[in-house]
């Protein structure tokens, strides 16, 4: 099955798209542990959308979601249209082994988003983000 939402890049918008995609993950069965990762990763990658992708307060900025579920994987890609920038390459490892008070701020989302996903490749194709996440199912 399939999933498309298209949703305007403001953090008002991403609760009903956060709402969408949890939907869909108790329609199709999701495991729990898997349905939370996916939950994250989602609100991670979109946040920092909105919060850095753009450079002014335009009306054109757009999210676009795409999920397909299959029964050993799903698939989730992030289309954005601000800024290229490659979260996998672009954004340092955070500092683990220092105290959590010398640490900077920032970092663990996509620290994270690297950790519960199984596959990550990022592309900029007509003028706008693609971020594409793998998930298996467990067994």
Not at 8 to 21: H, I, K, N, P
Not at 33 to 54: H, K, S, W
Not at 90 to 111: F, K, M, N, Q
Request: aromatic share 6%; hydrophobic share 40%.
């Amino acid at each position: 099955m399939r999933l498309t939402v298209s949703v305007e890049a403001s953090l008002d918008q991403l609760t009903g798209l956060q709402e969408r995609v949890t939907a869909f993950g108790e329609a199709e069965s999701w495991p729990a542990d898997m349905a939370f990762q996916v939950e994250l990763t989602l609100e991670e990658i979109c946040v920092n959308i909105v919060n850095y992708g753009f450079e002014d307060d335009g009306d054109d900025h757009a999210i676009e979601v795409i999920v397909d579920s299959e029964p050993d994987a799903l698939t989730m890609e992030i289309i954005d249209n601000g800024r290229a920038f490659d979260p996998l390459t672009e954004t340092p490892d955070p500092d683990l082994d220092s105290a959590v008070g010398d640490r900077p701020i920032g970092g663990l989302g996509v620290y994270l988003v690297k950790q519960y996903m199984d596959d990550l490749q990022y592309r900029r194709a007509g003028g706008r983000n693609h971020l594409k996440m793998v998930k298996h199912r467990s067994a």
